[in-house]
């Protein structure tokens, strides 16, 4: 779950992280409300999950409620427009005013998760303001790292070491332990994935503040934090997510593609594996899908309609290799889900194979199904009957 | 011999009366597997319906059993806590199935627990044909042989090894290492015991998109394993990115754990990578003869 930048700077305020004067409006009155009684520069920012809001003119300046009020009323009047990521864009539903920062110098720092090391990895560079990937490329050995022992956790001496490795101004030298520390507390207290802070301004009066807040939760650590449960439904999800979780799977188990094989596998393994052996056969795959464990009549029945209504599958290619799914269980859930199924009709292949298959190829016979006996003979079967049918 | 269990290695399961716990026990004995008891705390002394004797602690079973091995089926909270409880006990390999344990928490238990292996989180065990299974892998799609396979996945590793057990490769020890970002044992350390071990003559390594293990596994097959016969897949090559496709772990963010990255890496590493699994037994068989 990835936080918003003003609900992430919540979390950097509770740490003792500095961050600037803010203030969360829903609407262009109250921005404009906001900025008559305090009189000053403001910061007009989009509070989306998105990046690139400055490119895409989401981000304005305010000296007065006039000029609050339209900043405001501009950036809430169109979305976020679509990127590579986010085809559908995203809606602007708030925005966070905030003390314009007469800064000096931007840096970059965050911690993540390493996996080669199984340690928090801190990262700091000099080069702040730009996305990590780029200064990755660009400024490869920019980026200083540490790796922290989880049981001894953050000391200061850490931080102390990375701002001369980085080679950051001097002016946040004094300032970057503490900052840094207040990230890992923060990291370490909520099970973050990821703490960001980029850029983290250096001002001409020397202060070292937070400009700007990246947190990425952990899902599975949610439970933990009972109140990110309310923040979380401020969190739009993408279509395909919600389709998934309307169909009963979790969200990252379906989405969609822009070709005619409709997919379904379970275990997500062997549901990329379906979407390569399509792609091999010289189809074009409608979607990913991992039904997961337990096909049972309901989910295999929500699935097909799940793509049958959402993409444009001229076929449908089931493939279940049984390990904790019973092949028997999923036939059966195959059988019943056309039978009761408002949705259009198409094609289908299925390969069904692991445990119970012969009692689950017995129960596709007595229907009048036929299993085909390879991923690559069906992948190659759905792909001509998609070519026919288009 | 085959890596890190055999025949006569002691099984506990904690979580043994559970709805998964006690359906997969069965299956586990039922493929031979020496499992001598198991836990839930609050029902030590009974019997599990598969008559197995049921512990309230870890310690009792281990010190009861002589256990050296544990199969975790406990819900996502209760995961970390009973792998720190099993290596308080002694417990020196341990294989979490359970998915969805908190990934601070996995970081944790990895950190602290030195004396114990983990498979997993988030992973579907280990069988050595023949011998034992720990875990949840369908037994029947396996053969004995001399063939070692790693994969990140569960179904797409039981999909590779049906093709090696019909082409007549069959197989040392499987180990499905989970698809989390954080797992207690990666391809490396398991190259690693392969190496070392008889039994084994080829490796298959099953990656996928995300992270960097494949990479790592390459630069330790190169400069480790030259002589091993070893073939690789990437699975998701089709993966959009900045897309996790149902496991957490793989997703390609920017130029870090693309399948091209993979790819060059096993290739310079003089590992062939099969476009598909149908393609794995026929690159086995160019660098070894089959066993049928």
């Given at each position: 779950?990835?936080?918003m930048?003003?609900?992430?700077?919540?979390?950097?305020?509770?740490?003792?992280?500095?961050?600037?004067?803010?203030?969360?409006?829903?609407?262009?009155?109250?921005?404009?409300?906001?900025?008559?009684?305090?009189?000053?520069?403001?910061?007009?920012?989009?509070?989306?999950?998105?990046?690139?809001?400055?490119?895409?003119g989401?981000?304005?300046?305010?000296?007065?409620?006039?000029?609050?009020?339209?900043?405001?009323?501009?950036?809430?009047?169109?979305?976020?427009?679509?990127?590579?990521?986010?085809?559908?864009?995203?809606?602007?539903?708030?925005?966070?005013?905030?003390?314009?920062?007469?800064?000096?110098?931007?840096?970059?720092?965050?911690?993540?998760?390493?996996?080669?090391?199984?340690?928090?990895?801190?990262?700091?560079?000099?080069?702040?303001?730009?996305?990590?990937?780029?200064?990755?490329?660009?400024?490869?050995?920019?980026?200083?790292?540490?790796?922290?022992?989880?049981?001894?956790?953050?000391?200061?001496?850490?931080?102390?070491?990375?701002?001369?490795?980085?080679?950051?101004?001097?002016?946040?030298?004094?300032?970057?332990?503490?900052?840094?520390?207040g990230?890992?507390?923060?990291?370490?207290?909520?099970?973050?994935?990821?703490?960001?802070?980029?850029?983290?301004?250096?001002?001409?009066?020397?202060?070292?503040?937070?400009?700007?807040?990246?947190?990425?939760?952990?899902?599975?650590?949610?439970?933990?934090?009972?109140?990110?449960?309310?923040?979380?439904?401020?969190l739009?999800?993408?279509?395909?997510?919600?389709?998934?979780?309307?169909?009963?799977?979790?969200?990252?188990?379906?989405?969609?593609?822009?070709?005619?094989?409709?997919?379904?596998?379970?275990?997500?393994?062997?549901?990329?594996?379906?979407?390569?052996?399509?792609?091999?056969?010289?189809?074009?795959?409608?979607?990913?899908?991992?039904v997961?464990?337990?096909?049972?009549?309901?989910?295999?029945?929500?699935?097909?309609?799940?793509?049958?209504?959402?993409?444009?599958?001229?076929?449908?290619?089931?493939?279940?290799?049984?390990?904790?799914?019973?092949?028997?269980?999923?036939?059966?859930?195959?059988?019943?889900?056309l039978?009761?199924?408002?949705?259009?009709?198409?094609?289908?292949?299925?390969?069904?194979?692991?445990?119970?298959?012969?009692?689950?190829?017995?129960?596709?016979?007595?229907?009048?199904?036929?299993?085909?006996?390879?991923?690559?003979?069906?992948?190659?079967?759905?792909?001509k009957?998609?070519?026919?049918?288009? | 011999?085959?890596?890190?269990?055999?025949?006569?290695t002691?099984?506990?399961?904690?979580?043994?009366?559970?709805?998964?716990?006690?359906?997969?026990?069965?299956?586990?004995l039922?493929?031979?597997?020496?499992?001598?008891?198991?836990?839930?705390?609050?029902?030590?002394?009974?019997?599990?319906?598969?008559?197995?004797?049921?512990?309230?602690?870890?310690?009792?079973?281990?010190?009861?059993?002589?256990?050296?091995?544990?199969c975790?089926?406990v819900?996502?909270?209760?995961?970390?806590?009973?792998?720190?409880?099993?290596?308080?006990?002694?417990?020196t390999?341990?294989?979490?199935?359970?998915?969805?344990?908190?990934?601070?928490?996995?970081?944790?238990?990895?950190?602290?627990?030195?004396?114990?292996?983990?498979?997993?989180?988030?992973?579907?065990?280990?069988?050595?044909?023949?011998?034992?299974?720990?875990?949840?892998?369908?037994?029947?799609?396996?053969?004995?042989g001399?063939?070692?396979?790693?994969?990140?996945?569960?179904?797409?590793?039981?999909?590779?090894?049906?093709?090696?057990?019909?082409?007549?490769?069959?197989?040392?020890?499987?180990?499905?290492?989970?698809?989390?970002?954080?797992?207690?044992?990666?391809?490396?350390?398991?190259?690693?015991?392969?190496?070392?071990?008889?039994?084994?003559?080829?490796?298959?390594?099953?990656?996928e998109?995300?992270?960097?293990?494949?990479?790592?596994?390459?630069?330790?097959?190169?400069?480790?394993?030259?002589?091993?016969?070893?073939?690789?897949?990437?699975?998701?090559?089709?993966?959009?990115?900045?897309?996790?496709?149902?496991?957490?772990?793989?997703?390609?963010?920017?130029?870090?754990?693309?399948?091209?990255?993979?790819?060059?890496?096993?290739?310079?590493?003089?590992?062939?990578?099969?476009?598909?699994?149908?393609q794995?037994?026929?690159?086995?068989?160019?660098?070894?003869?089959?066993?049928?």
């Amino acid at each position: 779950m990835n936080l918003m930048e003003y609900q992430g700077k919540e979390l950097f305020r509770r740490a003792g992280i500095p961050i600037p004067r803010s203030r969360h409006v829903t609407t262009a009155d109250e921005a404009a409300d906001f900025v008559a009684q305090n009189p000053g520069e403001w910061v007009v920012k989009a509070q989306v999950l998105m990046g690139g809001r400055g490119k895409a003119g989401k981000i304005k300046f305010a000296t007065d409620a006039q000029s609050a009020r339209t900043a405001a009323s501009e950036i809430m009047a169109t979305p976020m427009p679509p990127n590579r990521q986010n085809p559908n864009g995203e809606p602007i539903n708030s925005l966070l005013l905030e003390e314009k920062l007469p800064i000096a110098l931007e840096a970059y720092c965050a911690i993540a998760i390493d996996r080669t090391t199984k340690k928090p990895v801190v990262m700091v560079s000099k080069y702040g303001g730009m996305d990590i990937e780029e200064v990755a490329e660009e400024h490869p050995e920019s980026i200083a790292k540490a790796f922290v022992d989880v049981a001894g956790g953050y000391w200061p001496f850490i931080g102390r070491e990375l701002s001369f490795k980085a080679d950051l101004d001097p002016g946040y030298r004094k300032a970057l332990p503490g900052v840094i520390g207040g990230l890992y507390d923060l990291f370490f207290r909520y099970g973050a994935k990821l703490v960001e802070i980029n850029p983290l301004a250096l001002t001409q009066d020397g202060r070292v503040i937070a400009s700007d807040a990246k947190v990425e939760l952990d899902d599975d650590a949610l439970y933990k934090n009972p109140e990110f449960k309310q923040w979380q439904t401020v969190l739009p999800l993408d279509e395909d997510e919600t389709l998934a979780t309307q169909a009963g799977l979790g969200i990252r188990n379906f989405r969609r593609f822009g070709g005619n094989v409709g997919t379904m596998a379970n275990g997500a393994g062997l549901a990329m594996g379906t979407m390569d052996a399509v792609k091999n056969a010289g189809g074009s795959f409608a979607n990913f899908l991992d039904v997961g464990g337990g096909a049972n009549a309901e989910r295999v029945r929500n699935c097909y309609e799940l793509v049958m209504n959402h993409t444009g599958a001229k076929v449908f290619f089931i493939n279940i290799f049984g390990g904790i799914t019973r092949c028997d269980e999923v036939a059966k859930g195959i059988v019943e889900a056309l039978r009761t199924t408002a949705s259009r009709k198409v094609p289908l292949v299925i390969r069904l194979t692991g445990t119970n298959e012969d009692e689950g190829r017995r129960i596709l016979a007595d229907a009048g199904m036929t299993p085909v006996e390879t991923m690559d003979e069906g992948a190659a079967e759905a792909v001509k009957l998609a070519g026919a049918a288009a | 011999m085959s890596i890190f269990l055999d025949k006569n290695t002691k099984i506990i399961v904690q979580g043994i009366t559970g709805s998964e716990g006690s359906y997969h026990t069965g299956r586990m004995l039922a493929y031979g597997s020496n499992i001598v008891g198991g836990v839930t705390p609050g029902k030590g002394g009974r019997k599990s319906e598969h008559g197995l004797p049921v512990f309230d602690t870890v310690r009792d079973a281990v010190d009861a059993t002589g256990a050296t091995h544990t199969c975790i089926f406990v819900p996502p909270p209760f995961a970390a806590d009973a792998l720190f409880e099993a290596h308080d006990a002694g417990i020196t390999f341990a294989v979490c199935i359970t998915e969805g344990v908190p990934v601070h928490d996995v970081l944790r238990v990895v950190a602290a627990t030195p004396n114990m292996r983990i498979i997993g989180p988030n992973c579907p065990g280990l069988i050595s044909p023949g011998k034992s299974s720990i875990g949840i892998m369908p037994g029947h799609v396996f053969k004995e042989g001399n063939v070692g396979l790693i994969s990140r996945s569960g179904t797409l590793t039981y999909e590779v090894v049906d093709l090696l057990t019909r082409a007549g490769f069959g197989q040392s020890t499987c180990v499905g290492i989970g698809g989390d970002p954080i797992i207690g044992t990666t391809f490396v350390d398991c190259l690693r015991e392969f190496a070392n071990d008889r039994q084994t003559e080829a490796v298959v390594v099953c990656g996928e998109i995300g992270g960097s293990d494949e990479e790592d596994a390459a630069a330790f097959i190169k400069a480790h394993m030259p002589q091993m016969p070893i073939v690789s897949f990437i699975g998701g090559r089709n993966a959009p990115p900045g897309k996790s496709l149902g496991h957490a772990g793989a997703i390609i963010s920017g130029k870090f754990g693309t399948p091209q990255s993979k790819i060059e890496a096993f290739e310079a590493a003089g590992v062939p990578v099969a476009d598909r699994p149908s393609q794995i037994p026929q690159l086995l068989a160019q660098r070894m003869p089959a066993r049928v």
